[in-house]
């Protein structure tokens, strides 16, 4: 059974870091790429960020370029997204998304909570 | 950025009805269209990759048509489980977009 268990979420002040995790299970971790998307609370949809299987490409929306930075421990089967100089705006809930076939997604994580507020 | 555009926003129908979802791309995304519901405090389940492949373990009774900029999603019957938010998604280019999502509702 595929599992995406994402931690690392909280209360943050504006322009300060935190860094989520997402430990997968149930799959063969190396082969697949893994994106973060995110969802504000009431509101929709919108991916964060994407990484190929190997690490070795990544790929972000214009919003959070330069701030996010998405990697991943295939040894450790865990998947990182580091977030620097936080706004209100990236408050959301963060899905752990699996890669269905490269840049789509089929399985996602319960989700963590990032709150971003003085 | 390609814009993926969702009607209705609201849909309020019956057990058994026919409902149809549209979902329309600010430009060609080539069927790299898929559906995904929402629960409430859930996270979205993938229901239909590429336009009209349905993933497994989802019921028949959903289906996907479209292509070029127009996509749809139909249930043919629909089930008192159903209720929820769709989201249409392209994945034809960065950025990846979702579109704003369609709130099912049962009467």
């Known amino acids: 059974e595929v599992q995406l268990v994402e931690t690392g979420g909280g209360l943050v002040q504006p322009g300060r870091s935190l860094k989520l995790s997402c430990v997968a299970s149930?799959?063969?971790?190396?082969?697949?790429?893994m994106s973060w998307t995110r969802q504000a609370p009431g509101k929709g949809l919108e991916w964060v960020a994407s990484i190929t299987n190997s690490g070795g490409s990544t790929y972000y929306p214009d919003s959070v370029k330069g701030r996010f930075t998405i990697s991943r421990d295939n040894a450790q089967n865990t998947l990182y997204l580091q977030m620097n100089s936080l706004r209100s705006e990236d408050t959301a809930t963060y899905y752990c998304?699996?890669?269905?076939?490269?840049?789509?997604?089929?399985?996602w994580g319960q989700g963590v909570m990032v709150t971003v507020s003085s | 950025d390609i814009q993926m555009t969702q009607s209705p926003s609201l849909l309020s129908a019956s057990v058994g009805d026919r409902v149809t979802i549209n979902c329309k791309a600010s430009q060609n995304i080539n069927k790299y269209l898929n559906w995904y519901q929402q629960k409430l405090g859930e996270a979205p389940k993938l229901l239909i990759y590429?336009?009209?492949n349905l993933q497994t373990g989802i019921p028949s009774r959903f289906s996907g048509s479209g292509s070029g900029t127009d996509y749809t999603l139909t249930i043919s019957s629909l089930q008192p489980e159903d209720f929820g938010t769709y989201f249409c998604?392209?994945?034809?280019?960065?950025?990846?977009?979702f579109g704003s999502g369609t709130k099912l509702e049962i009467k």
């Open positions: 149930g799959f063969t971790f190396n082969n697949y790429w």
């Open positions: 998604f392209q994945h034809n280019s960065w950025p990846l977009t």
């Open positions: 998304t699996r890669g269905r076939y490269l840049r789509d997604f089929d399985y």
């Open positions: 590429n336009t009209n």
